[in-house]
């Protein structure tokens, strides 16, 4: 088991939380997350059993440009670790302020990642890092997505929003996290989001459905939006809401300017969970 420092830099002064460590995702479970998480939560980083390799814990001093010729991108790049410049393949809008971006590792026979870890995305021109969950599942292809939210005042999202296009190309870094169907597997699901929240469980529930064999699919989805036209995958909720073996369930807080909303108003609560658990 490999836990990897990020290759991003850190102040030296800032805590060592769980995003600055890599999960690895090949090996199943990590059965050292219970004793590591606690440790996260200290200023003090944490010593692992396994040291991290040198090698891997490098930063990255530039990323690799077309002028470098393909042989020389390879080379600098892990083809086991999604770490180096992606390829914007495809921009679908989902909502009024949500973006979904179809990025390709082209130096990745396939991207290797658990449903509802996140990546580090840098964006240069800024000198900014965010970190965004992947919403796509793993199907084995080197193209992932990630699906961004317009903040109002938020340099990178906008950014994203306003100025990256097709066949642009932007840095990432991952995988990260612990917060995956992969890590926590049961027989049985309840996934609980809001907002902008709803993209690593996207990521989780489409793995669940795509798996072949396994567990039984027993799902139960209940997803909180401000308004009818905030719900992000809306057509994909009703869709899922349609197989057999998957619950869902939409909330909005209020109506939109042109649509009533129909269903469940309100946030997630008690009452709604004893009703449509």
């Given at each position: ?45 944490p010593v692992f059993e396994t040291a991290v390799e040198p090698a891997l814990a490098a930063p990255v001093d530039r990323v690799p440009t077309a002028s470098d010729g393909p042989v020389l991108a390879e080379l600098q790049l892990d083809p086991e670790l ?196």
């Amino acid at each position: 088991m490999r836990y990897r420092h990020s290759t991003f830099a850190q102040a030296a002064s800032a805590p060592v939380g769980k995003a600055t460590f890599r999960v690895p995702t090949r090996g199943g479970r990590p059965t050292l997350a219970a004793a590591i998480e606690p440790a996260f939560d200290t200023a003090v980083p944490p010593v692992f059993e396994t040291a991290v390799e040198p090698a891997l814990a490098a930063p990255v001093d530039r990323v690799p440009t077309a002028s470098d010729g393909p042989v020389l991108a390879e080379l600098q790049l892990d083809p086991e670790l999604l770490t180096g410049p992606v390829e914007v393949t495809g921009i679908t809008q989902v909502t009024h302020d949500v973006k979904t971006f179809e990025l390709r590792a082209g130096w990745m026979p396939a991207v290797d990642f658990a449903p509802g870890q996140y990546v580090t995305m840098r964006i240069t021109e800024l000198g900014l890092e965010r970190c965004y969950s992947i919403s796509s599942a793993p199907f084995g292809t080197n193209i992932f997505t990630i699906t961004v939210k317009r903040v109002p005042g938020g340099a990178v999202s906008t950014h994203l929003h306003d100025n990256v296009q097709v066949g642009d190309r932007l840095h990432v870094d991952g995988p990260y996290g612990l917060f995956s169907t992969s890590f926590h597997q049961a027989e049985r699901h309840l996934f609980l989001s809001a907002g902008s929240g709803i993209t690593p469980i996207m990521s989780m529930v489409r793995s669940l459905l795509a798996r072949q064999g396994g567990l039984g699919t027993d799902i139960v989805f209940v997803h909180s939006a401000s308004t009818p036209l905030d719900i992000i995958f809306r057509a994909e909720l009703e869709q899922l809401a349609e197989v057999a073996g998957v619950s869902v369930t939409i909330l909005c807080s209020r109506d939109s300017e042109v649509e009533t909303w129909a269903g469940r108003r309100g946030r997630i609560d008690a009452a709604t969970l004893a009703e449509v658990v």
